[in-house]
């Protein structure tokens, strides 16, 4: 016998009153425990032991109590949810309270980490099993009767199908689409609740003009009374004030996002209230003036700064992100699936949305709702183009259709490139981020400086929380690099390294969707003006200061550079104290170590033994101290410019007194003969063997003037030959 649904099926009990048997329907409030679900709160921003263990007893009661209603079989499960109003709202306040990876807490506590992920875990079990309407071929909801069940007893809407999935998108986006996809599948009426909530959404963007006094859209439609403040700008606001309208920023496109992500076919909903003009509308007026915000604030908080820039940025990647979800979903996807007779209402759609981004629509009269649209300066368009080129998407449309209106995808692809001006464009694409505006106060560097704001997360698999502000992974270098761009060569051996290499950074290193693209001839614009055959410009690689060091204490004992460990015993801090100054004086162990070393160098032998019948190499005789009389014969100073009569004279009167004194008269030019030492050649050697011989004879001359003045006349002489 085939097994009834839940909704159909009666069970036999017995009445506790009466004691008699009596049939009721399976899924009964009487069927459901008496149990009371406690709220949640979230953990404390200060990691106060009294507050921190407040929070663990609560924590602890939720996840014990969701663990005993996810341990119930399939009939009592169903009452509980059904009928158990304090289970709905202890699964309200979990999504409405705790912490999303991208708001901003203290780190938590390890305890305290451990229960999230705990009751993380324990939430998100009981959604997907209050989701599920068929747990085996013997306990299952019929479709209609769990579509109705979810809708009356408000199990689900649109506020927590938003929460869950930015809560669980991560990590569990194949299980979170199969889980939303049911809930839309087994009752449609969440459609119509789409379609009511877009105005809300819609409203969310609104306000943020309003409250920044930014004009938007509708701003024309609900003028400020003469009551109320002037509305203050990003730029004048308190700093505390342009925290919340980023974070509300943040919160908003986060959770839009991830939406729309897990859940695509939404996309035509959001679409019906033209979304596409209102997000890019929003985007280049708020964007912008919050970023100039943030740069003009010098002399305020520099960390807060940084993590609002980071928000910022991170909010803005996924406004952009959303933007390409809605046209892909709507436009490209139906494109490559359908057949080529259904495809033109869908490339329509794409040049509309585009149109209605460039032109300004003609003139209405005041009384026209809605009021015309301006035209969009560009930033938008720019931004757009470095994470998703708009010249791919309509290279994508011409291959599928010969008739696509060239006029308007030209006048398309000209704005485009319109916006690009005066922006180094290629620097943008490489980044694979919206470029930003030079920033003159620094904010961004201050923002890298920042380590990482405990309001983000550590963990890498994380890091599209972060969006923008998301450091880029390492860049491929070396023999990866290298195998990478011969895996393209040996197919396309006539490209230069150089050109591939660009193709690989701007692909992502992926080396299939770069022949792919070149074989296609679907290159982005900026790789299509580079030269194909560009070689490769080599980047020597920088040696590292700790390689390259020499000096002469490396490699000792003491090198801490080279080795892991110094035997600190060996190392002596300050000054001995059993040594003096003459101790340290007299200690000569020092000179006899290095005795040795010296006496190698020595080249005079003061003894060397000579063997009996030996010659020896060191003979006594051997020295000659004969004078060497070569180059006697050279005339000394007869290249000078003096004459030879100077020269004579000139040394005359300088031997004139040595002369007299002697006593014997000397030809011009020969030199003086010397008491008991010769004359000639050989009193001309002794001379020049003892040049103090002159002086002192002219020593001696003076004396002899002092004791005899009657010659005063007589020349003299204060030099020395």
């Not at 705990?118 to 209609?144: A, W």
């Not at 579509?147 to 998108?169: A, M, R, S, T, W």
């Not at 009426?189 to 909530?197: C, G, M, P, Q, W």
Request: charged share 25%; glycine share 4%.
């Amino acid at each position: 016998m085939p097994a009834l649904p839940l909704d159909q099926l009666q069970i036999t009990h017995k009445d506790l009153k009466t004691g008699k048997l009596r049939t009721s329907p399976a899924l009964h409030p009487e069927q459901k425990a008496d149990r009371y679900f406690v709220l949640y709160k979230p953990p404390p921003k200060d990691n106060i032991p009294a507050l921190v263990e407040e929070y663990l007893e609560r924590a602890t009661f939720v996840a014990n109590d969701l663990d005993w209603l996810l341990a119930l079989p399939h009939d009592k499960f169903w009452c509980q949810v059904v009928f158990d109003e304090t289970l709905q709202k202890c699964l309200d306040s979990y999504l409405h309270y705790v912490p999303r990876k991208f708001d901003e807490w203290v780190a938590p506590a390890p305890e305290v980490v451990d229960m999230e992920k705990r009751l993380h875990r324990s939430v998100f079990l009981t959604f997907l099993r209050m989701s599920t309407h068929k747990e085996s071929k013997d306990h299952f909801i019929s479709p209609s009767a769990f579509g109705e069940i979810l809708y009356n007893n408000f199990l689900f809407d649109i506020p927590k199908i938003l929460d869950l999935c930015v809560l669980f998108g991560k990590g569990n986006s194949p299980l979170l689409q199969k889980m939303i996809g049911n809930i839309f599948l087994q009752q449609p009426s969440y459609y119509n609740d789409l379609d009511e909530t877009m105005p809300t959404i819609l409203q969310v963007f609104s306000n943020i003009l309003q409250h920044c006094g930014l004009q938007g859209d509708g701003a024309c439609a609900t003028p400020q009374k003469l009551e109320e403040r002037g509305r203050l700008t990003p730029s004048d606001m308190p700093l505390l004030e342009l925290k919340d309208i980023v974070l509300y920023l943040c919160d908003t496109c986060t959770t839009l996002w991830a939406f729309l992500d897990i859940f695509p076919l939404a996309c035509p909903t959001f679409q019906k209230h033209d979304f596409c003009y209102r997000l890019a509308s929003f985007y280049e007026i708020a964007i912008p003036e919050l970023e100039s915000a943030i740069k003009k604030r010098r002399l305020e908080d520099s960390k807060l700064l940084g993590d609002l820039w980071q928000r910022l940025s991170h909010s803005r990647k996924k406004l952009l992100e959303i933007f390409h979800i809605l046209l892909n979903q709507i436009c490209l996807l139906p494109v490559l699936e359908s057949s080529c007779d259904n495809i033109q209402g869908f490339i329509e759609e794409f040049l509309q949305i585009f149109s209605s981004l460039l032109q300004e629509k003609s003139p209405v009269s005041p009384d026209t709702l809605p009021p015309p649209r301006r035209t969009l300066s560009g930033r938008f368009l720019r931004d757009y183009d470095a994470l998703f080129p708009v010249a791919d998407d309509i290279s994508l449309l011409q291959q599928a259709s010969s008739a696509l209106d060239e006029t308007r995808t030209a006048y398309i692809l000209q704005a485009v490139e319109s916006a690009w001006e005066g922006v180094d464009r290629r620097k943008a694409t490489n980044a694979k981020d919206p470029p930003v505006a030079e920033n003159p106060n620094r904010v961004v560097e201050a923002a890298e400086a920042v380590s990482r704001p405990s309001s983000l997360p550590q963990n890498l698999e994380e890091e599209e929380c972060l969006g923008a502000a998301a450091a880029p992974g390492p860049a491929v270098c070396g023999v990866e690099l290298d195998s990478l761009i011969s895996q393209v060569k040996d197919l396309l051996p006539d490209l230069g390294e150089g050109f591939i290499l660009a193709c690989l950074e701007h692909y992502s290193y992926d080396p299939e969707q770069v022949i792919n693209n070149i074989l296609e001839g679907r290159l982005a614009p900026a790789l299509s003006q580079l030269d194909h055959g560009l070689d490769r410009q080599v980047k020597p690689d920088p040696t590292p200061l700790l390689a390259s060091r020499h000096n002469i204490f490396q490699n000792d004992e003491f090198d801490v550079f080279s080795r892991d460990s110094v035997d600190l015993s060996r190392v002596h801090k300050g000054r001995r104290k059993e040594e003096s100054a003459r101790s340290l004086l007299n200690d000569k162990r020092e000179v006899v170590a290095q005795r040795r070393r010296y006496e190698q160098y020595s080249v005079v032998a003061e003894e060397v033994p000579v063997q009996p019948g030996e010659d020896s190499p060191y003979r006594g005789d051997d020295y000659e101290d004969e004078y060497d009389d070569t180059y006697d014969g050279n005339q000394v100073g007869a290249n000078d410019a003096d004459s030879d009569d100077e020269l004579i004279s000139r040394s005359l009167t300088i031997l004139c007194r040595t002369l007299q004194c002697c006593g014997k008269k000397q030809k011009p030019g020969a030199w003086p003969s010397w008491p008991g030492r010769g004359t000639g050649m050989t009193a001309r050697r002794q001379w020049l063997a003892t040049p103090g011989a002159t002086g002192r004879a002219e020593r001696q001359h003076r004396n002899a003037g002092r004791r005899n003045p009657a010659r005063p006349h007589e020349p003299t002489t204060t030099g020395e030959p």
